[in-house]
């Protein structure tokens, strides 16, 4: 597949006008944005980069990053050790999800659209992983702002859910510049929602001050709770650049830099701390748990409309981010099409997990989708830092990078390497590896899958040096 890499309209013709197409042309042009995996031409960005604040501070604050919290404490770790994992493991997704983020001022493209400079058409793998992930997301965010909607309107679970998706679905279409827009709005509201519930919480609630694990067990379970937290923060990482993307080239990288990790590691730590300290009212119930903590009456139905709204804002960038990445993989369809797609895709995956028991399927889902991530950032990361040495200092010219044929298999071998290497060190509900048995629970497969995806693939591309 040929990608339309060229930074201006008339270089998208034929077949590959599906990926162009009409982009916002300033702040609150909320108008459909059709443009696909294009690059946005450098006449047409705008903005700075005090606006990636908000888009990564508000969808964070939701019930689905409350509920994570919980888990530290459902593995008997107390409050202070469980909050240190948290704490340690958001950083350390955030710091490569903000640092590909800087990227999409760069080139125009999004994070997916750029991993073909690594992987050549071998993107499709990561591509469609990107695009069940977005998917996956969709229910496990879904699945707690369904339910709070349900809960506020009187309405049965699946109606709940029903409109929660149509809503995030067509704030998926409008795009861009709608879900900046929206997020930089519901930063202020969800926080100070959030605000309330912490407000309360010690009137209602008592943190847990011992551990009901101790040596090896409390050392896996403090291993375990970090790698969950890192799932979540670098769980962003291959959507990084899409919501950065309009940036101008001029705007400050490390600005970038430092707004986007504030903004994931931040809110990340707020949500599931909260999490940590009401583990008994936040139990797989959230929604009636914050009607309950919020006595009732009006302000219940507050925070429930703040957890719905939270989950709105959060799931409107899987269906954004999924339509890239379905695009990525050669599928020709409007973007608007493809997002609306991925949220209808969502709904039956929400009532599934919502059917049994919820704890063990969302940990098991937010677990599985997240293991390809950390081997997909070592790859990109090498070929871009191979490549800005080969520039010497000069601006990124996509249309010059991919001229000619991209070597597929070093990345793509090292991708499967890697997630292979780290089977043994998985610990979920379904599968716990021989390695993590041995651990007492401790899921290193992580940082396992990005050391042994870098040990493969550096040589073989610095080798290769263009």
Not at 207 to 217: E, K
Not at 427 to 432: D, E
Request: net charge positive; aromatic share 10%; charged share 10%.
């Amino acid at each position: 597949m040929s990608l339309p890499y060229a930074h201006g309209e008339s270089a998208v013709t034929g077949t590959e006008r599906v990926f162009d197409g009409r982009m916002p042309s300033a702040p609150g042009d909320l108008r459909v944005e059709a443009r696909g995996i294009a690059p946005v031409p450098e006449t047409a960005r705008y903005g700075g980069p005090g606006r990636l604040f908000t888009v990564w501070f508000a969808p964070n604050l939701t019930m689905t990053g409350v509920f994570t919290g919980t888990v530290g404490i459902a593995l008997g770790l107390d409050f202070a050790t469980a909050l240190a994992a948290v704490v340690l493991g958001t950083l350390l997704g955030a710091i490569p999800t903000a640092y590909l983020g800087t990227w999409g001022s760069q080139t125009g493209a999004g994070q997916m659209p750029l991993a073909r400079l690594a992987f050549g058409r071998g993107v499709t793998l990561p591509g469609a992983l990107q695009w069940l992930s977005s998917i996956a997301w969709d229910a496990l965010i879904g699945l707690f702002g369904g339910d709070a909607l349900a809960q506020l309107c009187g309405w049965p679970f699946w109606a709940g859910v029903l409109v929660m998706m149509a809503a995030q679905g067509a704030l998926g279409v409008l795009g861009y510049e709608a879900i900046h827009r929206l997020q930089t709005v519901m930063t202020f509201a969800l926080a100070a929602a959030f605000a309330v519930m912490a407000a309360k919480l010690p009137g209602g609630s008592h943190a847990v001050t011992s551990a009901t694990v101790h040596g090896a067990d409390r050392a896996g379970a403090f291993v375990l709770t970090c790698t969950i937290a890192l799932s979540l923060a670098l769980s962003w990482a291959p959507y990084a650049s899409d919501f950065s993307r309009y940036l101008p080239r001029t705007a400050s990288r490390p600005r970038m830099f430092w707004y986007t990790l504030l903004g994931v590691s931040v809110s990340f730590v707020a949500v599931q701390a909260l999490g940590l300290w009401g583990a008994a009212e936040f139990t797989d119930q959230t929604a009636r748990g914050v009607d309950t903590l919020l006595g009732g009456g009006a302000l219940g139905a507050f925070g429930l409309l703040a957890v719905a709204l939270a989950a709105l804002c959060s799931n409107a960038m899987n269906d954004y981010s999924g339509s890239l990445a379905l695009q990525t993989m050669g599928v020709r369809l409007p973007r608007p099409v493809a997002a609306a797609l991925a949220a209808v895709l969502g709904f039956p995956l929400v009532l599934w997990m919502h059917a049994a028991d919820t704890t063990a399927r969302f940990q098991n889902v937010l677990l599985f989708v997240g293991y390809w991530i950390p081997a997909f950032v070592a790859i990109v990361v090498v070929d871009w830092v191979v490549r800005a040495r080969a520039r010497g200092g000069k601006p990124v010219d996509l249309a010059a990078e991919t001229a000619g044929p991209q070597p597929w298999w070093p990345a793509l071998a090292a991708f499967v390497v890697a997630f292979a290497v780290a089977v043994p060190f998985m610990s979920t509900g379904l599968y716990v590896g021989p390695v993590a048995r041995a651990l007492h629970g401790a899921d290193l497969a992580y940082p396992v899958a990005f050391a042994a995806a870098l040990l493969v693939y550096a040589p073989l591309r610095i080798r290769r040096r263009s």
